[in-house]
């Protein structure tokens, strides 16, 4: 017995410098954003560049500033997380079911695996085209885009990890009489879990990447539109603002999803559970 | 009672024949009997266990437990594997209590605190698998057998991954933890020592295909002294055994070679 207290502890020990790590990522992470912003408010100090194509941290605060205070950022921001919200839950409730069915039947996954794999290797933005065509150039063409893109990371990943099942736990709700749904709830989708959180971050990650192509390709609100309007006008302050609105709001919800995974995904024996998992 | 006849297990590889993996067997295991099945690697003990718990088919002959025909798990099995093979996520109450999926709730968090202290865990019951040591780890295992109040337990090597010191000490436990009213117990082992500290009887296999090569009652009395000279004179028995079917395959002569001690 005093072996396993100990060992307890032990577990309890390394925890603790995890957690004071974790404390000190925020800041080490925070350096190097820090040194460039630094190192761009130089070189516009100094006019080393032309306004018109690097505007000032300064210019680019002042421009985020006043689409705040019109109101403006709010209207654009809450398009395009509509339109990832949107296209995420389609995406990932299809690719859901999908990936279950394959992952979990044989016969489903020789059925559909190919056509699904065949389909992926279509460049996405290659769909852009028949869709506009089909659904018109309003919100559906848009976010059935991105929920092509949500699609297949969650797909694979949800396949792969039902299909990779330790094959020894299974056997363990058998021989507890468990079959059928019992068997799915209690062995396959907790075991599950991580791979389909893995997919579902990678999902998101293109949700973005797809928001930003569908709204260049025509909007007439959202983060995207704001970047061809800077363009078009020569406004480069308002590119900048529209970039780093996407940077933070992209990593808002990834972290969202890190923490909703991490609280689910306690038991995993790793160190950093969901990290490097990226799309 | 556990009543095997004519249990034979083949398996396809593509050739006409397959591969015959057991049998034919039969073994006759009696009420709160504890044997210990003992032989070299492919002598189909595994195959055997796994015939028993229900978790494959007999291409020919039959097991039967209490006069029932095995067809799949039953309640009144239970089964220890090789390893520990708790649910990653499950802590260790909730890796007890797995099998009680069909007991009400209270009942059931009652017999998981009270098989979590048979097994000398108390104070463990949120601890993640990952956090237990292998010793631990595998008396959850058997918590979680026991807490099912088997009637026949099923053991696959249960202390073979274990260190020398910690597994004997499980072994000295088992017979505690098991309790008075103890299941039917047939584990396999391939130690000698473990198979004459524990068992009522060994049942020596050899193989493949696996075949009962020897039955050995162990007629010694509790608790054993691994160091006395009954003890070392029936492994020295057994020894000569295992080696004749190791090296011959042919029970036969494991039996004449036993007799000769």
């Not at chain 2, 608790?223 to 028995?237: A, C, K, V």
Request: charged share 20%; with cysteine.
């Amino acid at each position: 017995m005093v072996d396993a207290a100990q060992r307890l502890a032990r577990t309890a020990d390394a925890r603790a410098p995890d957690a004071s790590r974790r404390a000190l990522r925020v800041p080490l992470g925070l350096i190097v954003p820090g040194l460039i912003v630094a190192l761009w408010y130089g070189v516009c100090a100094l006019g080393w560049v032309a306004p018109n194509l690097l505007p000032s941290p300064a210019a680019v605060l002042a421009v985020l500033y006043k689409l705040a205070r019109t109101g403006d950022l709010w209207i654009h921001l809450a398009a395009t997380v509509q339109r990832v919200a949107a296209g995420f839950l389609l995406g990932a409730a299809v690719a859901t079911v999908l990936g279950a069915l394959t992952g979990y039947a044989v016969l489903a996954r020789r059925l559909l695996d190919p056509l699904l794999q065949g389909l992926r290797s279509i460049p996405s933005i290659a769909w852009v085209p028949l869709f506009i065509l089909w659904l018109g150039i309003a919100e559906a063409s848009k976010i059935t885009l991105i929920a092509v893109g949500v699609f297949f990371p969650v797909y694979l990943n949800l396949m792969s990890g039902i299909a990779k099942t330790d094959r020894k736990l299974v056997e363990v709700g058998r021989a507890y009489r468990m079959t059928g749904w019992r068997l799915v709830r209690s062995v396959l989708v907790p075991a599950t879990l991580p791979a389909y959180f893995v997919g579902l971050r990678g999902g998101l990650g293109l949700g973005w990447m797809f928001v930003a192509a569908a709204e260049l390709l025509g909007a007439s609100e959202g983060l995207g539109f704001l970047l061809v309007d800077g363009q078009m006008t020569g406004r480069p302050a308002v590119v900048f603002a529209s970039l780093i609105s996407f940077a933070v709001i992209g990593k808002a919800t990834d972290l969202v999803l890190v923490l909703l995974g991490g609280r689910v995904l306690r038991w995993q024996d790793t160190d950093q559970t969901m990290d490097g998992a990226g799309a | 009672m556990l009543a095997i006849e004519g249990l034979v297990r083949r398996f396809e590889n593509g050739g006409n024949a397959g591969f015959a993996a057991l049998g034919p067997v039969d073994l006759t295991i009696a009420e709160g009997e504890l044997v210990a099945l003992l032989g070299p690697s492919g002598s189909g003990k595994t195959t055997l266990l796994r015939l028993i718990a229900g978790l494959d088919r007999a291409t020919a002959g039959r097991a039967r437990f209490d006069a029932r025909p095995i067809d799949g798990p039953r309640d009144e099995v239970a089964v220890v594997f090789q390893e520990p093979r708790l649910m990653p996520w499950l802590g260790v109450a909730g890796n007890v209590g797995f099998g009680l999926w069909d007991v009400p709730p209270r009942e059931r968090a009652e017999r998981v605190r009270a098989a979590i202290e048979r097994v000398g865990l108390a104070g463990f019951a949120d601890a993640l698998p990952k956090q237990l040591s292998g010793g631990m780890a595998q008396r959850v295992a058997l918590a979680r057998a026991l807490v099912t109040r088997p009637r026949l337990l099923l053991m696959d090597e249960p202390f073979s991954a274990l260190d020398p010191l910690t597994r004997e000490r499980q072994q000295d436990h088992l017979l505690d933890v098991l309790g008075r009213d103890r299941p039917t117990v047939l584990f396999i082992t391939h130690d000698i020592d473990e198979a004459i500290a524990l068992a009522d009887r060994v049942v020596l296999m050899a193989g493949p295909p696996g075949r009962v090569a020897l039955n050995q009652p162990v007629e010694l009395a509790r608790p054993r002294d691994r160091l006395g000279m009954p003890f070392q004179t029936l492994r020295h028995r057994l020894r000569v055994a295992l080696d004749a079917v190791a090296h011959h395959a042919e029970p036969a002569h494991a039996l004449q070679a036993a007799a000769d001690i």
